[in-house]
């Protein structure tokens, strides 16, 4: 989730009115800042959350995996000031995701019970964390029940058509193998969905880049799946 409100939702005049408020309030629970590497794991499946971590810029990516080896990659997010590890803060639970830095980043490291005692003594800043989560869950959501009902060929093709439409929260991998992990699918079934939609004439490949060829006739074809 996002520090700051969205920028669309219910509460979001409200949250913009007590945001200064809560953001200084959030920062006095700030313990440490910290530098990771690319590839340093910030928050690791399975670990026991002891603190939240605020990342005002850089990129992580978010995944999970199985005792098969098999890894789900939710994606990448171009972080501005958002939190990991706010779910475990809520429910006590085993972190769920692992969350990995995809380039050089400082991160402030947030006292987990800090923030727990100042949401019980402000209760009103917990409608910050509902909102936020709210609107995360239902994106991770639409782009897991997609992933589960539809097949690979309609995901990829979805996915570009999506991304011209509007920004979206989660970005795509620049290598093939991440993005088959993103659909969560091996290299060789991704790359076979791939062809198959180039030979469509509905894609094409410049570098490491999907892009659509042509947008209407793309949208005919996600038609065809309803």
């Excluded at 992580?60 to 972080?79: H, K, P, T, W, Y």
């Excluded at 964390?129 to 589960?148: M, N, P």
């Excluded at 620049?174 to 079934?189: D, I, M, N, Q, W």
Aim: hydrophobic share 40%; glycine share 6%.
């Amino acid at each position: 989730m996002q520090l700051k409100p969205y920028s669309t939702g219910r509460f979001t005049e409200h949250l913009n009115s007590l945001y200064p408020a809560f953001r200084e309030a959030f920062y006095r629970c700030r313990i440490a800042s910290q530098y990771f590497q690319s590839g340093d794991v910030l928050l690791r499946q399975g670990q026991v959350v002891e603190s939240l971590y605020l990342v005002s810029g850089g990129k992580v990516s978010i995944n999970m995996s199985a005792v098969n080896g098999r890894r789900f990659q939710l994606g990448e997010v171009d972080c501005d000031y958002h939190i990991f590890g706010e779910m475990e803060l809520f429910n006590g639970t085993l972190c769920q995701w692992s969350v990995v830095a995809e380039e050089q980043i400082e991160v402030d490291v947030i006292s987990l019970q800090a923030v727990a005692d100042l949401l019980t003594e402000r209760p009103e800043f917990s409608l910050f964390f509902a909102s936020a989560l709210a609107f995360d869950y239902q994106d991770s959501l639409a782009i897991s029940t997609h992933r589960l009902l539809h097949p690979i060929t309609y995901n990829i093709a979805y996915d570009l058509w999506h991304r011209q439409q509007e920004s979206v929260l989660l970005g795509a991998f620049e290598k093939s193998g991440l993005e088959a992990e993103r659909f969560g699918t091996s290299s060789r079934v991704y790359r076979r969905a791939v062809k198959e939609l180039i030979d469509k004439n509905l894609i094409e490949k410049q570098g490491q880049e999907l892009r659509v060829k042509d947008m209407a006739a793309l949208k005919r074809f996600l038609d065809t799946f309803e």
